[in-house]
Structure formats: C-alpha cells, structure tokens
C-alpha cells in the first residue's frame, strides 16, 4: 500500500530516457517484456506491505540493502516509491535508489567504512518494491565536516557505515 502523494518535482528524480530504460528493465526482472505506453508515475513518500507474516515499512530517505542479481549486496537509500500502470492495465509498484559506492577505505580515527553516495545513472536505479523484501535496515552517518550546520553540506557525499549500531543491540 502507498501512501501519502507527492509531487515528482519534489523528489530529485528525473524522468527522461534513462528512467524509462531502467523501468523497463525493472519489468523485465520480473518476467514482464513490453514497451512503455504509458508514461505517468505517481510519487508517494510511504511504502507499507506484508511479506510473509511481517509487516513492514518503507519511507523516502530510508537505508536499505538489496541483494540484486549483478551487484550482490549493495547499500542504497530510497530516493523515490512509485507506481506505474502498466500496458494490462495493473498499478506496479517501484522504487528509486542511490547507491552507496564502498571506496574501500576506513575513517582514521573511528575506522568505520567510508562510502560515497552517488546520484546519477551509473547503475541502475529502479526496482520492484518486492526487491525490499530483501531488505533490512542499515546505519550510514554522514561524515560531517565545518560546513554542516544547521544541515547537512549536502556537496559533501561521504558517509560512514556504523556497524557498532547493531553489535550494540
Ligand atoms: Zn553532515
């Protein structure tokens, strides 16, 4: 179920060629080979379903892993959840990443791994929504520096895995 709309001009996504590819591409993952005849997709900022007997929950921002065929076990953040009407007439849902890219390097001082946050096309960014059912919750801090202040710096893409979350639970 999706909840709240919002507008695509809100959520940094571009929809031209390479979103249509990807989309497509998101279909054929699931066994589905057509061309793209319509084009419109609604936004929403949550995402809620049941896998088995969890419920559970998605959020624009959320971490997430995803266990994707090419890439293994890759971190990303959720940047978009939307559906999609395909051409038989049924409501797809989907969503919309940015990787984490691990540049294999550790924080000096707190030796947590050090990834960088990519906004762009190099990978693919669309999914099914049943991906997430692959998905757990990760901890990922920004690895701030003079110019946050009351935000983020949001030039700066660093951020640090903190794997002490979970051993502390
Ligand atoms: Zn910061």
Redesign the pocket.
Same mark, same amino acid.
């Given at each position: 179920m999706l909840r709240k709309p919002v507008s695509v001009r809100n959520t940094n996504i571009v929809i031209g060629t390479t979103f249509r590819i990807d989309l497509s591409l998101a279909y054929e993952s699931f066994g589905y080979h057509a061309s793209m005849i319509n084009k419109t997709c609604n936004f929403y900022k949550y995402a809620s379903y049941i896998n088995g007997e969890a419920q559970h929950h998605l959020n624009i921002d959320d971490v997430v892993t995803i266990q994707v065929a090419d890439y293994g076990e890759s971190y990303a953040v959720i940047k978009g959840i939307f559906k999609h009407k395909s051409n038989d007439g049924y409501f797809y849902p989907f969503i919309y990443v940015d990787w984490f890219e691990d540049v294999d390097k550790n924080h000096d001082k707190l030796d947590c791994p050090i990834f960088v946050l990519r906004h762009d096309d190099f990978y693919r960014n669309i999914f099914p929504l049943t991906v997430v059912d692959k998905v757990q919750k990760v901890h990922f801090v920004? &690895?701030?520096?003079a110019r946050?202040k009351d935000n983020?710096?949001s030039e &700066?893409k660093r951020y640090l895995k903190n794997d002490f979350f979970f051993k502390a639970i």
């Open positions: 920004h &690895n701030c520096n946050c983020h710096n &700066n």
